[in-house]
């Protein structure tokens, strides 16, 4: 993560404890309590943006499943497309990817 920002939340004693417990049942690390909040946070604001459908691959992020889902929805919206232009749109997202590194 790419100069983290510090929030100070407050949330119901409930959920507090819904959450810690789900973490240390799916064998939470440091760490996971944010990256839980950064997930939610995005997965929401896309699906306010009217994406939706893909708060689930914001979810699934970071692992097997989510990468071979994602792949799987790139070469069904990518067969239309030429060759050419396939291969234009893959180097200006690897250019895009380098110049923000």
């Known amino acids: ?16 404890d819904a959450l810690r417990a789900h973490l240390g049942r ?8 944010s990256r839980f909040v950064q997930e939610a946070v995005k ?9 939706t459908g893909k708060s689930a691959k914001v979810v699934k992020a970071g692992t097997r499943e989510g990468l071979a889902e994602a792949l799987g929805e ?25 110049k923000r590194r």
């Open 74 to 98: 790139i070469r069904a919206r990518t067969q239309t497309l030429s060759k050419a232009r396939f291969e234009k749109l893959v180097g200006e997202a690897v250019a895009y990817a380098r």
């Open 1 to 16: 993560m790419e100069n983290p920002v510090r929030w100070s939340l407050k949330v119901s004693k409930e959920t507090d």
């Open 43 to 51: 997965a929401r604001l896309l699906e306010e943006q009217g994406e």
């Open 26 to 33: 799916s064998g939470g690390r440091k760490g996971d309590l």
